[in-house]
């Protein structure tokens, strides 16, 4: 791990900056790499890993890496069936998280990805500054942006900002100061035969739940609305079925009670009996009910921790304060600052049948950054990509084998598409995975992008949206229960909607 601590990227001037050390600022530095694109990365950590050093705070990810799949390991396939391995330029880096697991559970342990995360960052090479804090930002008479940190001062173009959503945020209700919040969890012995408030019904307070059931004698979980389920929501908004154990123990009548109730007030219990009293509204009828228990726990959510980039003029939105961002994850008020990593969430997609992107995760973000890292080398720094050509012949099949094995599309459903451009005078070309909301609301010449959706059947189907003399039409295809959308009806049924820009070979093949 020598090459860990070495201190690359000395405080000075630099094309772009990269700020983080978590999945988000390692898949773009990768990436950024690949494309040529000189950049500095900084981090406040020690090592890499980011989140993953810390959390989950029960030492295992909800997020699967399947040793064994329908598809080869080391393929672009197999990334459908591991979630947790960053993406490598070269192929034989392909998969780190397989390699690391040792088979009990197909939930990496957090050690598992830290470890995952810092092999990636060796194997390929990655360097990081890490102990830079960033403190503070401002900006140069040219444009420029300053970034201060504990190391120095240091001047770029363009920066991307990949901070994570990790600062702990808990809501004003009176008296909320009193309870511990997620990241100040004590080790699970010292909640042994305690009673046990969680405020929350996202993940993070099922996954405590989950943890205490061997240990607590009465878990409550609140919160105003009822918990959703991933599987009845059939995707990932919701409580994952790896956290569900607390909700049969509710439902059997084991000890734990979820109810959907508001916060009223925390208070200092009475001495001797329970150290907190929480006062409960109940959402159903507006009962009060009270309870006294031993510790109270606010698995409230976390925000992003962007410093004085608000005041400088990135605006921000919610709850977690995710900064307004543009398709191409760049601040929608402040141009020239990208994001990357977990806080992409924030530039929202098309979120079809109200399903939102996999931005937040590893697999959703990882492409996020890849794309981005394409976007910032041809629009501010003149790279030219590779633009494939394609034979008319093979355009359906080509769809239909994304379509089917693609690992973009599947993390990144009716988020990002894979995009031909279809110019009479240049051919058809491959211009890669691009996001689905710019796609739709850009304009410009004929193209075809192709993206998986879903509803709320948990059906996933592939939709093909067709731009073509300026207006975008939309058109689904059927589901399949393989996935394998390589069949009779959908080349048939591409192969018509496609027809009017394809058919007679009005589009030739180009040259190059
Ligand atoms: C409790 C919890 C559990 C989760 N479990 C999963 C899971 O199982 N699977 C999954 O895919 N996702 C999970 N997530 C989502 C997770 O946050 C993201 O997938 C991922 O870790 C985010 O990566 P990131 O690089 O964006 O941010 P982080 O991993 O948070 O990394 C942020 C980096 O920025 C650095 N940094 C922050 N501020 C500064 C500064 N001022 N100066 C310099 N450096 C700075 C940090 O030191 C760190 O290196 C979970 C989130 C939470 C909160």
Redesign the pocket.
């Known amino acids: 791990m020598a090459e860990l601590t070495e201190r690359p990227f000395p405080p000075g001037d630099y094309p772009l900056v990269v700020?983080?050390?978590?999945?988000?600022?390692?898949q773009v530095s990768s990436a950024l790499g690949g494309l040529g694109i000189r950049h500095a990365l900084?981090?406040?950590?020690e090592q890499?890993?980011?989140?993953?050093r810390r959390?989950?705070?029960f030492q295992r990810?909800?997020?699967w890496t399947k040793p064994y799949a329908p598809v080869a390991r080391a393929t672009r396939a197999y990334e459908r069936y591991d979630?947790?391995s960053l993406i490598p330029e070269s192929d034989e880096h392909r998969a780190v998280m397989v390699g690391l697991m040792d088979g009990t559970s197909y939930?990496p342990s957090r050690p598992e990805?830290q470890a995952g995360l810092e092999a990636f960052t060796s194997r390929t090479n990655l360097k990081v500054r890490f102990g830079?804090?960033?403190?503070g930002t401002s900006r140069l008479d040219d444009g420029r942006f300053i970034l201060e940190?504990t190391d120095g001062e240091y001047t770029a173009g363009t920066l991307v900002i990949?901070?994570?959503?990790?600062e702990p945020w808990r809501p004003t209700s009176p008296g909320m100061e009193l309870a511990a919040h997620?990241a100040d969890t004590q080790p699970v012995e010292t909640y042994a035969d305690k009673r046990i408030f969680i405020v929350g019904k996202q993940?993070?307070g099922f996954?405590l739940a989950s943890g205490m059931l061997p240990w607590a004698k009465r878990i409550i979980i609140a919160s105003p609305s009822p918990a959703r389920l991933s599987v009845n929501t059939h995707s990932l908004v919701g409580i994952r079925a790896r956290y569900l154990q607390p909700y049969e123990d509710h439902v059997l009548g084991g000890g734990v009670a979820i109810l959907d109730a508001g916060i009223e007030r925390i208070e200092p219990g009475s001495p001797g009996d329970a150290p907190f009293r929480v006062v409960t509204r109940r959402s159903s009828d507006s009962v009060e009910m009270a309870f006294d228990v031993d510790a109270v726990i606010a698995a409230t959510g976390?925000v992003a921790?962007l410093?004085d980039l608000p005041d400088l003029g990135v605006a921000t939105f919610g709850q977690s304060r995710l900064p307004a961002q543009t398709p191409f994850w760049e601040s929608a008020t402040m141009p020239g600052v990208f994001f990357?990593?977990?806080?992409g969430q924030g530039s929202g997609g098309l979120k079809k049948h109200g399903i939102p992107s996999n931005s937040?995760?590893?697999?959703g973000?990882r492409y996020n950054a890849r794309v981005l890292a394409r976007h910032i080398a041809t629009t501010r720094f003149g790279v030219k990509l590779e633009r494939p050509t394609l034979a008319p012949a093979s355009v359906v099949e080509f769809l239909l084998d994304e379509l089917t094995q693609g690992p973009e599309l599947w993390h990144q459903r009716a988020y990002l598409g894979r995009v031909l451009s279809l110019d009479p005078d240049d051919g058809i070309r491959d211009e890669g995975i691009l996001p689905l909301a710019w796609f739709v609301d850009a304009g410009g010449p004929d193209a075809v992008a192709a993206t998986l959706e879903t509803d709320g059947t948990g059906a996933v189907y592939p939709v093909i949206y067709l731009r073509r003399g300026g207006s975008v039409s939309e058109h689904a295809l059927e589901a399949h229960p393989l996935l394998d959308y390589r069949t009779a009806s959908a080349r048939s049924a591409l192969a018509s909607i496609l027809a009017p820009v394809l058919g007679g070979s009005s589009i030739p093949l180009a040259s190059s």
Do not use: H
């Not at 700020?19 to 390692?26: I, K, R, T």
């Not at 830079?132 to 403190?135: D, G, P, S, V």
């Open positions: 700020v983080g050390s978590g999945p988000g600022g390692l900084l981090s406040a950590d890499p890993g980011g989140m993953f959390w989950p705070f990810l909800l997020s979630w947790n939930f990805m830079c804090r960033w403190t940190t990949a901070v994570g959503v990790a997620y993940n993070s996954e976390f921790p410093l990357a990593g977990t806080i937040g995760a590893v697999q973000a």
